[in-house]
């Protein structure tokens, strides 16, 4: 497989995310089918988390079996520890540490506290609203960017699969793993604009969200296709491992409290079968 047609298959690969980002623009969808939708993500994310970690662990078995074989040193092993753990804790605590950062003021309550008097809002206090709800607006707006970057840095550690793929020749491999890519980067959609709530976001914001979640594939391919690296691979999937457990916390504690907890728990399963599901398909044809 040529160059170029690796770097047009992953992007066709990547930016199968656009599929399901329109839902997001959706204004009819009730509470309910909101949670179903934002929980169905967070079941997307849960598999892409352990589909992660399960990547990562490989290659740290593979240098910890090169090193009982004589092929490298202990120091090599520990350096790809000391580099899992470093991306994993940026991945988390570190997203947690920026978004506190760039988080406006803790939350205003609306200053009603009943009665007839209050139920009149004056200048003030109905500015106060406005600006919880603009901070409430920005605030969904940004966990669905960094749910997007999250995916992103997942879908370069992707698109390196196929570039490594396409260019040691497994031509079959390589093409499974665009499939399967590009069905499964169709699900992330979903996972971007599911926590959104009635937030409505506008198509600059779902084209944007949609280039840092599906764009890194399209960059991992040209990567992959030209630089092998396993210690970089590796950070990748570490910091997306971080970022992702900590998008579904975020999002797990955003949607409880609109209940429906059963309905969603289903939907995260379905979600996590999806992911399952299309991984068979990349599994079936060897990879």
């Keep these: ?4 047609q690796t770097v047009a298959l992953g992007a066709l690969a990547g930016f199968t995310i656009f599929l399901g980002l329109p839902v997001g623009r959706l204004q009819t969808i009730s509470t309910r089918s909101r949670v179903a ?28 079996t090169a090193f ?5 040193s202990l120091a090599y092993v520990i350096w790809l520890v000391v580099l899992t753990a470093a991306g994993f804790t940026a991945g988390s ?8 950062r760039i988080r406006p003021l803790g939350r205003r309550t609306p200053p009603i506290a009943g009665g007839a008097p209050a139920a ?16 409430a ?78 764009g890194p594939t399209f960059l991992g391919s040209i990567v992959g296709y030209t ?15 971080g970022a992702i457990l900590y998008v579904i916390g975020e999002v797990w504690t955003g949607m409880r409290r609109y209940g429906h907890r059963e309905l969603g728990l289903l939907l ?11 991984d068979l398909v990349i599994t079936y044809g060897g990879g």
Excluded: C
């Excluded at 497989?1 to 170029?4: G, L, V």
């Excluded at 605590?93 to 506190?100: C, D, H, V």
């Excluded at 379905?270 to 992911?275: K, S, T």
């Design 137 to 214: 607006r920005k605030r969904a707006l940004r966990t669905g960017l960094t749910i997007a970057a999250a995916i992103g840095v997942h879908n370069f550690a992707e698109g390196l699969a196929i570039g490594v793929s396409a260019r040691a020749g497994a031509i079959s491999l390589a093409t499974v793993l665009i499939i399967g890519f590009a069905l499964h980067n169709a699900t992330e959609g979903f996972g971007i604009v599911g926590p959104l709530g009635d937030v409505r976001p506008s198509w600059k914001w779902l084209g944007l969200a949609g280039l840092i979640g599906g």
């Design 268 to 278: 995260l399963s379905a979600g996590f079968l999806v992911g399952v599901v299309t």
């Design 120 to 135: 009149v809002l004056t200048v003030g206090e109905a500015d106060a609203v406005a600006l919880e709800v603009d901070a």
């Design 93 to 100: 605590a570190g997203l947690a540490i920026l978004e506190r």
């Design 68 to 72: 009982k074989a004589g092929q490298t």
């Design 227 to 241: 630089v092998t690296s396993r210690p970089l691979e590796l950070a990748f999937y570490a910091v997306a491992g």
């Design 37 to 64: 939708l934002a929980m169905f993500s967070v079941g997307v994310l849960a598999f892409i988390f352990v589909d992660v970690l399960s990547n990562a662990r490989d290659i740290l078995g593979h240098s910890v």
């Design 1 to 4: 497989m040529s160059f170029a």
